[in-house]
């Protein structure tokens, strides 16, 4: 935070004036109140002792001889170690030009003789206050272009590292596709040919292969669809949420019959976004309201509300809830809060829901009341042009 104190003392102040009696009653009163004090007779004299010591503020007489105040201050401003120091000129001229000339070469102010010792202290503690405040302020900008670009560089760098992750988890998933297949392929044929002929702990080995290499294609398959929510994205588009939705029912359409699923799909708006995307985030959520539903017929409902800079989607069930507790868990890859002999999954597909929210510049989030059912909320900004329902 700037101090600004109406008080200043303790400064190094440098009076320049070719009169002996001015500098001596100049530099009386200066120390009087608290300041230190240098004179120099001439501009050439006050340049050379202004680079040597760097005085907090420099009270600079107009008329020297050699180089004049005005010239003086010229130099002073085109030279990188003095530029900063503020100038206060010492004149008798009382012609506005001249006062104007002094503004143009750099200086901050303009005291006429016979100096007034309270007016003269009152603009030198000014100026001195201003400049120590131009100086804080610096500072504290160049802190925060500083950790600006430490920040950026550390984004850059979390950037890279993600977009290698990604790569790695497509390439590695990918690559172990092949294998896996062969494998349970061989499982498979194992438990056809030989199925009863062994004995029973024979046949339930098999069994439990069989089963762990399904789980394990299933497990790389969600592997390399979360993989490619950023490896592979497309670029955003307008897109209409109500075709979106309904394609999803299309995919649904076997699990949303066999449970007697009821839908209520109230009017969509058109998103920028990426339509595959959004298909799939859809398509998790309400293929997870059809799971975790309980024995009476799964309720479903698809909505959108207008906010300030966004719409807010929801999707809501009467399913078998979530106690409070899971809210941020149920999120995290490969997070599951039931066995799978209860219900199948991975463990997967809510963080890819929230990799797709976040990855369109929204947010996700879940409220419950368990044995009650559950609400899915996840906003995407709205954008001009398409934003209409």
């Known amino acids: 935070m700037i101090d600004a104190s109406p008080l200043e003392s303790g400064k190094t102040i440098l009076i320049v004036d070719d009169v002996p009696a001015n500098l001596d009653v100049l530099t009386n009163h200066l120390e009087r109140m608290g300041h230190t004090a240098l004179v120099a007779r001439d501009g050439e004299e ?6 040597f010591v760097r005085p907090d503020l420099i009270m600079l007489d107009v008329k020297m001889p050699v180089i004049d105040g005005f010239e003086t201050c010229r130099r002073l401003k085109a030279t990188a170690e003095t530029r900063d120091i503020p100038v206060i000129f010492m004149t008798a001229l009382t012609d506005t030009q001249d006062k104007l000339t002094g503004f143009s070469v750099g200086a901050v102010d303009y005291v006429t003789k016979p100096l007034h010792g309270a007016e003269m202290m009152a603009r030198i503690n000014t100026h001195l206050t201003l400049s120590r405040l131009r100086t804080q302020l610096e500072e504290q900008n160049q802190q925060l272009r500083t950790e600006v670009a430490m920040r950026r560089e550390t984004e850059a760098a979390l950037l890279r590292s993600n977009t290698e992750l990604e790569q790695l988890a497509y390439v590695a998933s990918h690559d172990m596709q092949e294998p896996l297949r062969m494998v349970a392929s061989y499982l498979q044929l194992l438990s056809k040919r030989y199925g009863g002929k062994l004995d029973a702990e024979a046949d339930e080995f098999i069994g439990y292969a069989v089963d762990g290499a ?18 592979r994205a497309r670029p955003f588009e307008a897109t209409d949420c109500n075709e979106v939705v309904r394609i999803a029912l299309e995919n649904l359409a076997v699990s949303l019959q066999e449970s007697g699923a009821r839908l209520h799909v109230s009017p969509l708006p058109i998103v920028m976004g990426d339509a595959s995307k959004l298909l799939q985030l859809f398509q998790n959520l309400i293929a997870n309201a059809v799971k975790f539903r309980r024995s009476e017929p799964v309720e479903i409902k698809v909505a959108a509300h207008a906010q300030e800079d966004a719409w807010r989607f929801v999707v809501s069930d009467n399913g078998i809830g979530i106690a409070p507790e899971y809210f ?62």
């Open 46 to 51: 006050c340049i050379e002792r202004a680079i």
């Open 214 to 231: 399904k789980r394990m294609q299933a497990l790389i398959n969600d592997l390399l669809t979360y993989s490619r929510v950023g490896a």
């Open 328 to 389: 941020d868990r149920i999120f995290v890859l490969f997070q599951r809060l039931h066995g799978r002999a209860e219900y199948p999954g991975t463990g997967i597909g809510l963080s890819i829901c929230k990799k797709i929210v976040e990855r369109h510049g929204g947010r996700i989030w879940v409220e419950s009341t368990p044995g009650a059912g559950t609400t899915f909320s996840f906003t995407l900004p709205r954008t001009v042009g398409a934003n209409s329902a």
